[in-house]
């Protein structure tokens, strides 16, 4: 099923061109050695790299020497595995994705809380990838300090495939980007101030006792 759902140089060619005609940053999850080296013709801005590699340090060696920034995904794998990985990559221009490597993964399998403890553990940007069916838990994600969010797209989650029942629709996609844009206006800043439209309020409501 893979290989038939492979790619090959005129595919990515035409995903390249397209993408730079309507102005889309793209790149790819190299598997192996020589997917970094054919990706790299196309000049990715980044690399992805799958929790199925994260314990492929030769995989990680040579994709760093690209240059590149990398999304380093943390699915079925300890945090031991998890600090080797980041070990051998370096903390420079380097993302942490929290992820659950289930298809479609159980709300009760997500465990944000990694979130907020992986940037305090390694002091770099943290992001989220997300299986599960819904967009709540990504927004939630955002809300925790999630800088990335990577979810799976499909034109029908109905289709036969392993990946079609743990992505989202083309509107699932446009309302986890509004929800997410919502969020980020409502985190606002961690002052604390009376805004001018609540003065009119505070004028009228407002009970001082001594």
Same mark, same amino acid.
């Given at each position: 099923?893979?290989?038939?759902?492979?790619?090959?140089?005129?595919?990515?060619?035409?995903?390249?061109?397209?993408?730079?005609?309507?102005?889309?940053?793209?790149?790819?999850?190299?598997?192996?050695?020589?997917?970094?080296?054919?990706?790299?013709?196309?000049?990715?801005?980044?690399?992805?790299?799958?929790?199925?590699?994260?314990?492929?340090?030769?995989?990680?060696?040579?994709?760093?020497?690209?240059?590149?920034?990398?999304?380093?995904?943390?699915?079925?794998?300890?945090?031991?595995?998890?600090?080797?990985?980041?070990?051998?990559?370096?903390?420079?221009?380097?993302?942490?994705?929290?992820?659950?490597?289930?298809?479609?993964?159980?709300?009760?399998?997500?465990?944000? @809380?990694? +979130?907020?403890?992986? /940037?305090?553990?390694? =002091?770099?940007?943290?992001?989220? *990838?997300?299986?599960? %069916? !819904?967009?709540?838990?990504?927004?939630?994600?955002?809300?925790?300090?999630?800088?990335?969010?990577? @979810?799976? +797209?499909?034109?029908? /989650?109905?289709?036969? =495939?392993?990946?079609?029942?743990? *992505?989202?629709?083309? %509107? !699932?996609?446009?309302?986890?980007?509004?929800?997410?844009?919502?969020?980020?206006?409502?985190?606002?800043?961690?002052?604390?101030?009376?805004?001018?439209?609540?003065?009119?309020?505070?004028?009228?409501?407002?009970?001082?006792?001594?």
């Amino acid at each position: 099923m893979k290989r038939g759902l492979e790619l090959g140089e005129k595919e990515y060619a035409a995903i390249d061109e397209y993408c730079r005609k309507v102005g889309i940053a793209w790149f790819a999850s190299c598997w192996d050695e020589a997917a970094v080296d054919f990706i790299e013709r196309f000049n990715p801005p980044v690399y992805k790299v799958a929790s199925a590699s994260l314990t492929d340090d030769h995989l990680l060696k040579h994709t760093r020497a690209t240059g590149k920034p990398i999304m380093l995904s943390t699915g079925m794998s300890t945090l031991a595995q998890v600090d080797h990985a980041i070990e051998v990559l370096g903390k420079g221009n380097l993302i942490v994705v929290h992820t659950t490597s289930t298809y479609p993964a159980a709300y009760s399998e997500l465990n944000l @809380r990694i +979130i907020p403890m992986f /940037r305090e553990r390694y =002091g770099v940007p943290v992001g989220y *990838s997300g299986h599960e %069916s !819904g967009i709540a838990s990504s927004v939630a994600a955002v809300a925790l300090g999630a800088c990335v969010v990577e @979810r799976h +797209i499909t034109l029908d /989650r109905a289709m036969w =495939g392993s990946d079609h029942a743990a *992505s989202l629709g083309p %509107s !699932g996609m446009e309302h986890l980007a509004r929800d997410i844009r919502l969020v980020e206006t409502a985190l606002g800043v961690n002052v604390k101030t009376i805004l001018d439209r609540e003065i009119p309020i505070l004028k009228k409501l407002r009970r001082v006792g001594t």
